[in-house]
């Protein structure tokens, strides 16, 4: 990021904020689309809250929890948070999208938090990757970070002129993968924008940044 660019997402963290709207979908292994509190949603009628349970080909599988507005965060700090596990050899792929509001020319800080664990043989992978678009699971790769037991922390600021969003808003998908040959693994994955207060801060560190940088120069 250049010195520039560093200033502007400074000034940008301390007037950002976002708004989400209630459309929380989500997919298992590519197949049909699980609504909030549709007929396949074990949570019941909890509004910005997916539970499912269910088996692949040779193993089981623990959605215990797909959280978005208004079950998880606010209308002001978009939060989606998904705890997954796996039991038995086989591969689970969960995307989990949901709808956002926010002023699109702006650099918005992503802030994710993957961590994953357990016995899983063989190919055992755990990954995380982040999406955006204009429509539910959008394509557009912000980040992607895989390993056999991968814990990561980072914050991503984007550009979101650079996605040529529709006015009305984006979709952020987050895609989490387990894949082994036997024994159990899992995975918690969140990802948010910060509240007004916490973006405020950062903003006003990118800011310094910026602005020592260029005393520098």
């Known amino acids: 990021m250049n010195i520039k ?3 502007f997402a400074g000034i940008a ?3 950002l904020s976002t708004a989400a709207n209630a459309s929380l979908v989500m997919s298992i292994n590519g197949g049909a689309t699980i609504a909030d509190n549709s007929a396949l949603d074990e949570s019941g009628t909890a509004d910005g809250l997916i539970t499912v349970t269910g088996s692949i080909t040779g193993a089981s599988f623990d959605l215990s929890l797909a959280s978005s507005y ?3 965060g606010s209308i002001d700090n978009p939060n989606m948070h998904m705890t997954l596990a796996l039991v038995g050899g086989g591969s689970l792929n969960v995307r ?3 709808y956002f509001i926010g002023p699109l020319s702006s650099y918005v800080p992503f802030l994710t938090n993957f961590s994953g664990s357990g016995t899983g043989t063989g190919t055992s992978v755990n990954s995380y990757s982040l999406y955006i678009g204009t429509s539910a699971f959008g394509n557009d790769l912000i980040e992607v970070i895989s390993g056999a037991s991968y814990n990561e ?3 991503t600021v984007v550009d979101m002129e650079s996605f040529d969003l529709a006015a009305s808003g984006y979709y952020l998908t987050m895609e989490a993968t387990l894949s082994q040959t036997s024994g159990s693994s899992s995975a918690d994955y969140n990802v948010e ?3 007004p207060a916490s973006l405020a801060l950062l903003g ?3 800011l310094g940044m910026g602005v020592a940088r260029r005393r520098r120069v």
């Open 13 to 15: 963290g301390l007037v």
């Open 153 to 155: 922390i980072s914050t």
């Open 70 to 72: 208004p079950e998880n």
């Open 5 to 7: 660019k560093l200033i």
């Open 204 to 206: 006003l560190g990118l």
């Open 193 to 195: 924008v910060p509240e």
């Open 96 to 98: 989990m999208s949901d």
